[in-house]
């Protein structure tokens, strides 16, 4: 069976601390070739950069979740262009918006998803892109800033959601969501995703796919959701699996 790639990952997470390395040696000899392990927060960056370093299949993203702005730093930009230097550091984020708790500082969150993007642009690096409960918005930003090479990730929005973001030169990338049985919405999203434009992820440790749902999520269970696209799309497990590989080593540069 051909090896996945993870492209979104959070392998820094306290849900691992048990038996992270033991895991990840597991992952890379049965069933994958690599992991792009997101850190989301200021006090993360460090636990990504030392999981690249441990490790020749792991890739690392660095960035401010909309959830991790409370008391950032002046120079947190600064912070971030550092990392972006080192050359498993292959995007930026996540990074976006997330409306779903009350309390959001919606201002605040706009500010640093555009500071973000920005730099990105200036550092020519791909970017993630987290959106929940907040569409409108996040569509606005992204159609005036413009990102060149830029995907949206964990992707339940609707058909048109999709095609917009599409139109906008984005990839999108599903995770375990798409196994859901209430996931008719993001079923028809994939539908109309060009096969040049998807991605795979698991969001690991959240979002296990069917049959592991409500399980602790890991890179291996991307077979899973992998298989689901394939029905969507009508290709083999396997080719659906090539495909989506082939299209993150594109977008990461890996
Ligand atoms: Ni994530």
């Not at 002046?74 to 972006?84: G, T, V, W």
């Not at 080192?86 to 969150?109: C, F, S, T, W």
């Not at 196994?179 to 296990?208: G, I, W």
Request: hydrophobic share 40%; with cysteine; charged share 30%.
């Amino acid at each position: 069976m051909i090896k996945l790639i993870d492209t979104h990952a959070h392998y820094d997470d306290e849900a691992y601390d048990e038996d992270r390395d033991i895991l990840l040696k597991k992952l890379f000899e049965e069933s994958v070739e690599k992991i792009i392990t997101v850190g989301c927060a200021l006090d993360r960056w460090e636990d990504t950069i030392k999981l690249t370093e441990s490790c020749e299949g792991i890739y690392g993203a660095v960035g401010i979740h909309p959830e991790d702005i409370c008391g950032l730093p002046d120079d947190y930009l600064r912070q971030i262009e550092e990392l972006a230097k080192k050359p498993k550091i292959v995007a930026l984020g996540e990074m976006g918006l997330d409306y779903h708790y009350e309390n959001y500082d919606r201002e605040m969150q706009i500010k640093v998803f555009t500071e973000q993007l920005r730099l990105a642009d200036r550092l020519n690096m791909p970017v993630i892109i987290h959106s929940r409960d907040a569409a409108q918005d996040t569509m606005r930003i992204l159609h005036s800033e413009k990102p060149k090479k830029a995907v949206m990730h964990c992707f339940s929005g609707s058909r048109e959601t999709a095609a917009e973001v599409l139109g906008l030169g984005l990839y999108i990338s599903f995770t375990g969501v798409l196994t859901f049985k209430n996931a008719k919405k993001a079923v028809e999203a994939c539908e109309a995703v060009p096969m040049d434009r998807l991605m795979l992820e698991t969001d690991c440790p959240y979002m296990a796919p069917v049959p592991y749902r409500g399980e602790r999520c890991d890179s291996s269970m991307i077979l899973s959701t992998a298989a689901k696209m394939a029905e969507i799309k009508g290709v083999s497990t396997e080719e659906m699996i090539e495909i989506c590989n082939k299209n993150a080593k594109v977008f990461f540069g890996i």
